[in-house]
C-alpha cells in the first residue's frame, strides 16, 4: 500500500486560510498529489469554521495544553473557537488512522498546524516554540509533523517508510 501523507490544503493552493488566502502549491507537494499520496485536510475548516475568519492564537499555552483543557484558542474578537479546533484535529486524527498515515505536512506558525512555533496569544506577532492543536494531536499519535519549510525533512522521512 502507499504511504500517503496529510498535507494542510492551504499548501495545495486552497483558498482556506484564515485571510482567505493560500500558502502554496509547493513542487514537492505537487509531486505527491501526482503520485497520489496527498490527504487534503484544513483542520480549521473541518472543525466548522468560516473561511475568511479572525485570526485565532493560544494565549499562555500550546496545543498540548488545549488537548488537556488547559488553555483555549481565542480570536482576535475574543471569541473560544477551541470546540472547532479540537474538532478539526479529531478529524486530522481519523484520517491519519484511516490511511495509516504516518507524515504530515501542515502550516508553519499556525495555531492548528504549527509544529515548531506558534504565535504567543498576543496577537503581536510573537512567536514561541510550541506546537498548533493538530500537530499536537497527531504527535501524541506517532505521526511525525513537518511545515511547509521543511519539506525536504519530510520527503526523506517518507523515503526512510517506503
Known amino acids: 500500500m ?18 482567505g488566502g493560500a500558502s502554496g502549491p509547493f513542487d514537492q507537494l505537487q509531486q505527491w498529489i501526482a503520485e497520489g499520496r496527498v490527504v487534503a ?3 480549521e475548516v473541518a472543525g466548522g469554521l468560516p473561511t475568511p475568519r479572525a485570526a485565532a492564537e493560544i ?3 500550546q496545543g498540548t495544553q488545549v488537548l488537556d483543557g488547559h ?5 482576535t474578537e ?37 509544529n515548531l512555533l ?11 516554540s510550541g506546537e498548533g492543536v ?4 497527531l504527535t501524541r499519535h506517532g505521526v511525525q509533523v513537518f511545515s511547509e519549510l ?10 526512510s517508510l517506503i
Open 41 to 43: 485536510l484544513c483542520p
Open 134 to 137: 493538530t500537530a499536537a494531536l
Open 59 to 61: 494565549p499562555g499555552g
Open 2 to 19: 502507499m504511504q500517503k501523507i496529510l498535507v494542510s490544503r492551504c499548501l495545495l493552493g486552497h483558498r482556506v486560510r484564515y485571510d
Open 150 to 159: 521543511q519539506l525536504a525533512e519530510a520527503a526523506a522521512a517518507l523515503a
Open 71 to 75: 488553555a483555549r484558542v481565542i480570536t
Open 78 to 114: 475574543g471569541e473560544d473557537v477551541s470546540a472547532e479546533f479540537l474538532s478539526g484535529a479529531q478529524q486530522a486524527l481519523a484520517l491519519v488512522q484511516q490511511h495509516a498515515i504516518r507524515i504530515a505536512v501542515l502550516k508553519a506558525n499556525s495555531p492548528s498546524c504549527g
Open 118 to 128: 506558534t504565535y504567543d496569544g498576543t496577537f503581536s506577532g510573537v512567536k514561541v
